[in-house]
């Protein structure tokens, strides 16, 4: 059987630059690509060189109101490793975002954050 992993991940947000930025700013992550998309929309592609989130808008998407842990296809968290859990916490913390549900678990130490589209991100930390 072939190795398979995860490239990327498409995500509708209400502004794809606005997202992108602030994981270049909390993640050190740079911009791949961003252009037209499909439905006369707009994407930006954000990550590394292996992988990559991107965010896509069409710009007249409506906040989603219930729980996306009660929603069939619902998108729960985006998880990222992290080297250093407490420097990228107070990164978070610096771009204006709370942070919640700590945890530490063999094997590693996690916490969660939403951001400005309620889009919840598990960040861990395997050390």
Known sequence: MSKTRLEHVNVTVSDPKKSAQMMCDIFGWHIRWEGAAIHEGNTVHVGSSNDYIAFYSKG?????????????????????????????????????????NHGSYEPGRRFYFRDHDNIEFEVVCYR
Do not use: C, M, P, W
């Open 60 to 100: 007249d998407e409506q906040k989603f109101d219930g729980r996306s842990y009660d929603q069939l296809g619902g998108l729960n968290h985006i998880a990222l490793v992290v080297d250093d859990l407490d420097a990228t916490e107070a990164r978070v913390k610096k771009a204006g975002f709370e942070t919640e």
